[in-house]
């Protein structure tokens, strides 16, 4: 009985992570990790924040104290079991990887104290490196087929069962999590925070998009001598 039970577990294990490829798994907790020092080190110390997921982790860490390494997995972690039937099989694999990276990392670096602290007083170096941080972080989950938190299950999951785009949904959830913020960021910084939201968001399409070129077609393409 129990070795059946084990034989089961261990054929539902294959078939999830079949297809799965390591390299991927690697580059998501890269971008995690380039996700969660940002986070820490720039954005929970300027009071400039984040729409979505990642700027709730903020705004329950500055009214409850509650840690971003356990609101974002929780978070996240409802976001993907809404959107299980949507995302399909790699996704949800690639999205948890990166969501446990990034809680991990997290825990990690708030072992330590912040690098450069200084960065609370200029705000406008805060939303721009913050904006590379997670751009670059959150753009390189998502190029693998993942996500570090669940704005993207929420997001697909919502376009599916309401007739608004996605693209609409992403906006209006950052704009919801971007006013409750107001309650602790003042008005005129939170203008640098819409600012981060654009650049990071058109980072993240650029890394999704961005392709090297194979070796074949460079060589296809080099002119004879």
Same mark, same amino acid.
């Given at each position: 009985?129990? *070795?059946?039970?084990?034989?089961?577990?261990?054929?539902?294990?294959?078939?999830?992570?079949?297809?799965?490829? #390591?390299?991927?798994?690697?580059?998501?907790?890269?971008?995690?990790?380039?996700? *969660?020092?940002?986070?820490?080190?720039?954005?929970?110390?300027?009071?400039?924040?984040?729409?979505?997921?990642?700027?709730?982790?903020?705004?329950?860490?500055?009214?409850?104290?509650?840690? !971003?390494?356990?609101?974002?997995?929780?978070?996240?972690?409802?976001? =993907?079991?809404?959107?299980?039937?949507?995302?399909?099989?790699?996704?949800?694999?690639?999205?948890?990887?990166?969501?446990?990276?990034?809680?991990?990392?997290?825990?990690?670096?708030?072992? %330590?104290?912040?690098?450069?602290?200084?960065?609370?007083?200029?705000?406008?170096?805060?939303?721009?490196?913050?904006?590379? %941080?997670?751009?670059?972080?959150?753009?390189?989950?998502?190029?693998?087929?993942?996500?570090?938190?669940?704005?993207?299950?929420?997001?697909?999951?919502?376009?599916?069962?309401? !007739?608004? !785009?996605?693209?609409?949904?992403?906006?209006?959830?950052?704009?919801?999590?971007?006013?409750?913020?107001?309650?602790?960021?003042?008005?005129?910084?939170?203008? =640098? *925070? #819409? #600012?981060?939201?654009?650049?990071?968001?058109?980072?993240?399409?650029?890394?999704?998009? %961005?392709?090297?070129?194979?070796?074949?077609?460079?060589?296809? *393409?080099?002119?004879?001598?």
């Amino acid at each position: 009985m129990i *070795s059946r039970s084990i034989t089961k577990l261990r054929q539902l294990f294959q078939k999830l992570l079949d297809g799965i490829s #390591l390299r991927s798994c690697l580059i998501a907790l890269l971008g995690s990790a380039i996700l *969660s020092f940002g986070i820490y080190n720039i954005h929970s110390l300027s009071g400039v924040t984040e729409g979505g997921v990642l700027g709730m982790t903020l705004l329950l860490e500055y009214w409850f104290r509650i840690s !971003p390494a356990l609101s974002s997995f929780v978070m996240s972690l409802m976001c =993907y079991i809404l959107g299980w039937r949507t995302l399909g099989r790699k996704f949800i694999v690639y999205s948890g990887v990166a969501t446990a990276g990034f809680s991990v990392s997290y825990w990690i670096f708030e072992q %330590f104290p912040p690098v450069y602290p200084q960065i609370a007083n200029m705000p406008l170096t805060a939303t721009i490196l913050g904006a590379v %941080f997670v751009g670059v972080g959150a753009g390189l989950c998502v190029r693998v087929g993942g996500a570090p938190s669940g704005d993207d299950a929420l997001a697909m999951s919502l376009a599916k069962i309401t !007739p608004l !785009p996605i693209q609409w949904i992403y906006l209006i959830s950052d704009l919801v999590v971007l006013a409750l913020s107001l309650s602790y960021i003042p008005a005129r910084r939170m203008v =640098y *925070s #819409l #600012l981060t939201v654009i650049l990071s968001g058109q980072l993240i399409g650029i890394i999704q998009k %961005f392709h090297l070129p194979d070796k074949a077609s460079s060589e296809k *393409s080099e002119p004879l001598s």
